[in-house]
């Protein structure tokens, strides 16, 4: 069973949705600020995104502009940054898919066709 992490108000998450609903891929939706990605899904989607933090990262959040994240984040540990993602959904780019051997964040329905 596939996990999806969205927000309800994000066009890119509803996006991801109807995606996978077309496919008839089965998942549960999990509100992404209350339930943010576990450290071992955000340490297996880092290890997709070859250990670039940042792109794990929603750039354009308000948390991320009002942390000051852009000046922070070169400064954090990776285990720093890691947990700061599991602790503030709003930080995570989203939507997040995790499932058999699939971790994906950011929806580009290219990449998402390709590796489902």
């Not at 108000?9 to 549960?28: M, Q």
């Not at 930080?91 to 964040?105: A, D, E, F, M, Q």
């Amino acid at each position: 069973m596939f996990k999806l992490h969205t927000l309800k108000t994000c066009d890119t998450c509803r996006k991801a949705v109807k995606f996978l609903k077309a496919r008839g891929i089965i998942f549960e939706e999990i509100p992404i600020r209350e339930q943010p990605p576990t450290l071992s899904e955000l340490r297996q989607l880092l290890a997709t995104r070859n250990g670039e933090l940042r792109a794990l990262f929603n750039t354009s959040g308000a948390d991320y502009k009002s942390l000051g994240m852009k000046a922070r984040l070169p400064e954090l540990s990776e285990t720093e940054a890691l947990e700061l993602l599991a602790t503030n959904g709003n930080l995570v780019k989203r939507p997040v898919l995790t499932g058999p051997g699939i971790v994906l964040n950011g929806f580009r329905e290219a990449e998402w066709e390709a590796m489902l």
